[in-house]
């Protein structure tokens, strides 16, 4: 934690509604006048979205039900704490963008599904936001949670949660019904492993 390079974390799972706290908080960083340099969760994934269809149905044929993108081994926890401590001790770091669709492959240069090249947080900046899964995860290896200033974990009514998240995936990122059924079941058994006190 720190009074100079604070650190701000939204987190909550695929379609809860983070998204909707960030533009909230945008809105009272644009009226205060406050610097953010942000930092996205999907950017802290290992696998882009080709690799990671095909991890999921290697996991899948050897019985693995609990593979996701909750999943620690699908995750880059290590470097997704580095960001956390050097920011700040700093007010630096090293973050890239995971590409989401066809809008952002123009924004990126890159193709939708693929991450960019790592570069440097904007400098200057008055606090660092994460929005993502992963901003308050704490294992044997890593403890993102003790560096974020304030934690905001987002869990809404859980019925609404997977239905937006099924509409986006089917809609926004061109997936089957199937695959979005699919993603969905996957990713509820991963949140519950481990986000639920009752897994």
Not at 112 to 124: I, R, S, Y
Not at 135 to 141: I, P
């Amino acid at each position: 934690m720190s009074r100079r390079h604070p650190i701000i974390s939204i987190t909550g799972s695929s379609g809860a509604g983070t998204t909707s706290v960030k533009k909230t908080f945008e809105n009272i960083f644009r009226r205060e006048k406050v610097v953010a340099a942000y930092i996205e969760g999907d950017a802290f994934h290992r696998y882009n979205r080709l690799e990671m269809r095909t991890k999921l149905l290697d996991e899948a044929e050897r019985g693995n039900k609990h593979f996701s993108h909750f999943s620690p081994e699908t995750n880059l926890f290590e470097e997704l704490e580095k960001v956390f401590r050097d920011y700040g001790e700093s007010g630096t770091g090293t973050t890239r963008h995971y590409v989401h669709d066809d809008e952002e492959a123009k924004l990126y240069g890159a193709d939708p599904g693929t991450f960019t090249k790592w570069g440097p947080l904007p400098e200057d900046s008055d606090l660092l936001f994460y929005e993502g899964l992963h901003g308050a995860v704490v294992t044997d290896k890593v403890n993102i949670a003790q560096h974020a200033d304030l934690k905001i974990g987002v869990v809404p009514v859980i019925n609404l949660e997977w239905i937006q998240k099924l509409h986006r995936d089917r809609s926004d990122r061109g997936y089957t019904a199937e695959a979005a059924t699919r993603r969905t079941r996957l990713s509820r058994g991963g949140f519950r492993l481990r986000t639920s006190p009752w897994s």
